[in-house]
């Protein structure tokens, strides 16, 4: 970790230029990406015609608008999304995103990788992802509570222990999945109460929550770059990483990473960008963000575009904000020999060819981020069997459950000669198709 002293003497950060915006939203058909690399994995390794079919679409996709009574007195509508896209492995399990960004497209799109993830990660759960379309920068902490409670109200059934898991994603955080598990748990009855707190994961861990849950995302990353430094011979020490979202999945990597010696020399978020060629203190930006919402105002560092970001050089470079933002130009800047996916979907079909192309080695997201979901998996083991498990037990299982993902995900790669991320899916695949091919389907 850098502890820099000329931290303090550089300018704040400031918006994002003109013409140095996101790609988000720009005519991007998230979910006809995940299709593509669906076909092409279900190709690489033979899945049954009918597998591929069953999973190329959603089971179900929800739509729910709502009221909530704003503190100005005004009454407004909320769109909330559910999806659920395959339940054959274990329940339906996903994030909440909050973000105005958020559309049904992309919600099924996220559902998938979610299926994905926990096939490869061998979690028997399957795959959701739900999210409101807004804000949540821009309302009152109250507000923020009403939205949640009635969103999760209005879910009703759709959600719960054994069919349906919420977590954290970009916009929602542990005091969000606190707020679902109450108001669940009020609808369902006082004798059942108790028994309904595994209805979501990434929860406080006063409220049933997992020791190792708030860091797993950025943690499961690292377990990935350490394994991928080993098989590369490349010294983690003294090298240097740029973080592209510095929230929960980005602060923890970078934090994580800084004990190893990985210094982190170029952060941005949806306020805009900031180098520091001597490194960034992760901890204090961490605290910064958590106590400002955002990089912005943070002392220690020299505001920079967002074209100047993608264009620094460093050793690793881990996209930890949303999908869609390593394209064509994006892809010809970087400048690393590392992309480590914190996001899901980060780099587009056109980013990740020139990439290839170009010898940059891609952690792929349904690999790379998959430690979320897998301390969700032990949060809710805890929950069933009243436990408290160490953070040290979470992590050495974490650790495992990574490396072996890690291994599996190569050694297939390698094998078939496929790229990383059409390997992760192939995985994942074969492992539903060999249910799908015993239970077949119903009737
Ligand atoms: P978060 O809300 O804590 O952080 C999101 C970050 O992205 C923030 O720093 C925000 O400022 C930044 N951001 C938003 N819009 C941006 C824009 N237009 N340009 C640049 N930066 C922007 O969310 P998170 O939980 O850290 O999730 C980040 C990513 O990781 C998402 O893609 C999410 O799906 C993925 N992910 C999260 C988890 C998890 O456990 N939280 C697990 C797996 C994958």
């Not at 708030?214 to 973080?243: H, I």
């Not at 520091?276 to 106590?291: S, T």
């Not at 060819?353 to 981020?369: E, H």
Request: glycine residues 10%; hydrophobic residues 40%.
């Amino acid at each position: 970790m850098s502890t820099n002293p000329s931290e303090s003497k550089v300018p704040a950060a400031i918006p994002p230029a003109p013409g140095s915006r996101s790609n988000v939203g720009r005519d991007y058909d998230f979910f006809k990406v995940v299709q593509d690399y669906l076909d092409r994995a279900a190709k690489a390794v033979n899945i049954e015609p009918f597998v591929r079919t069953i999973l190329s679409q959603p089971k179900n996709e929800l739509i729910i608008n709502f009221p909530v009574k704003m503190d100005n007195g005004e009454v407004r509508l909320f769109k909330g999304y559910r999806v659920q896209h395959n339940n054959l492995l274990g329940p339906f399990k996903g994030g909440m995103r909050y973000h105005p960004s958020v559309t049904l497209d992309d919600v099924k799109a996220l559902a998938a990788m979610m299926t994905w993830k926990s096939a490869l990660m061998r979690i028997p759960f399957g795959g959701g992802k739900g999210g409101i379309k807004f804000d949540p920068h821009g309302v009152s902490k109250a507000e923020l509570q009403r939205v949640t409670r009635r969103f999760t109200h209005a879910l009703g059934d759709n959600i719960g222990p054994e069919y349906d898991i919420p977590a954290p994603d970009v916009g929602t955080n542990a005091q969000t999945m606190a707020w679902m598990m109450d108001t669940y748990s009020n609808m369902v009855g006082a004798s059942s109460k108790q028994s309904v707190k595994g209805v979501v994961t990434g929860k406080p861990v006063a409220s049933g929550g997992t020791l190792g849950r708030a860091k797993a995302t950025g943690q499961g990353m690292v377990f990935c770059v350490v394994e991928w430094a080993r098989e590369k011979n490349f010294d983690l020490e003294g090298s240097t990483m740029t973080v592209q979202g510095f929230g929960n999945v980005g602060s923890h990597l970078a934090v994580i990473l800084s004990r190893l010696g990985v210094s982190t020399i170029a952060v941005g978020d949806h306020t805009g960008y900031l180098v520091n060629p001597e490194g960034f203190n992760a901890h204090k930006l961490q605290d910064h963000v958590e106590k400002h919402g955002s990089i912005a105002g943070y002392p220690g560092g020299k505001a920079i575009t967002r074209e100047e970001f993608f264009a620094t050089k460093a050793d690793i470079f881990a996209p930890c904000a949303l999908e869609n933002q390593i394209g064509e130009t994006e892809a010809n800047l970087l400048n690393v020999k590392l992309i480590v996916e914190g996001a899901n979907g980060p780099t587009n079909p056109a980013g990740e060819k020139i990439l290839l192309d170009r010898g940059v080695d891609i952690l792929p997201d349904v690999l790379a981020n998959s430690g979320g979901v897998t301390v969700s998996y032990y949060e809710w083991v805890q929950n069933k069997r009243s436990e408290s498990w160490t953070e040290e037990e979470v992590d050495e299982k974490l650790e495992r459950a990574m490396k072996r993902a890690y291994k599996e995900v190569s050694d297939l790669g390698r094998l078939k000669k496929i790229d990383l991320r059409v390997a992760a899916y192939a995985l994942a695949l074969s492992r539903i198709e060999a249910v799908y091919k015993e239970r077949e389907i119903f009737p």
